[in-house]
């Protein structure tokens, strides 16, 4: 099934509403100044020479402030335009790995997006373990992606081995959302052993669910996956209609991350 676009004017809430039966086991409220917290955050340069697979144009970098950094209870993550690194762009590309890891449970994340052509800010999740192979057979979550082409929306997707974007058949849906670059949102996923629900503020904007006897290459989400928070410069869907200089510094606000887990 290819993906399903589906517009909605979601307005802009204080937060994601849950159910009772879910309790707090992990989050990052950015209540202090600096590098991002080195017990719950790592750099990840890893692709760096390979352009991520996406022909993406940013050089990640590493405990540097000028592309990651906490102020005023805020997270910025900045891309920005500098020579001296092997790409024309840098930016930060932050993950749980190893410190926050898990099978299940709700994870949001309020932000705010940054835009202009050529951004392609993301929070999502990625399997920790690779147990069914390497991408995309392992799984992708998509809790949110924007293009900057695109100011006045925002998608959700899942890729497996059988529902990708290499082979045009990624599920997931695309959300009308004007205020995006001006206004945080939460955004969040109820992932269970038969479900991933994608929500917008207190909208629920897509599911994925299980189907009975599916395998790994429909449903490898019964492994341990981590948060993924970063902003691309370019590449094969956020370079689609070129770079535009003047947007640099090009920032993604993260007011908080939390993850729920049930408690029954």
Known sequence: MKLIFFLILVSSLSGCQRGNDYQLVWADEFNYNGLPDSTKWSFDTDGN?????????????????????????????????????????????????????????????????????????????????LEYGAWPASGELDIMEHVGYEPDSVYFTIHTENYNHTKGTQQGNAVFLPDAEE??????????????????????????????????????????????????????WGGKHGVDESMFPCTLQVDYVRVYQKTK
């Not at 994870?107 to 835009?115: D, F, I, P, R, T």
Request: aromatic share 14%; net charge negative; glycine share 10%.
């Open 49 to 129: 020479s390979w352009q991520w697979g996406n022909n993406e144009l940013q050089y990640y970098t590493a405990d540097r402030e000028e592309n990651a950094t906490v102020r005023d209870g805020v997270l910025h993550i900045i891309a920005r335009k500098e020579d001296g690194f092997n790409q024309p762009y840098t930016s930060a590309r932050l993950i749980t790995k190893g410190k926050g890891d898990w099978l299940y449970g709700r994870m949001e994340v309020k932000a705010k997006l940054c835009g202009g052509k050529g951004a392609w800010p993301a929070i999502w999740m990625l399997p920790t373990d």
């Open 183 to 236: 206004a945080f949102h939460c955004y969040a996923i109820e992932w269970t052993p038969e479900s991933c629900t994608f929500l917008l503020d207190k909208e629920e904007v897509f599911q994925f669910e299980k189907a009975k006897q599916a395998g790994s290459g429909e449903w490898p989400f019964d492994k341990r996956f981590h948060l993924l928070l970063n902003v691309a410069v370019g590449g094969n």
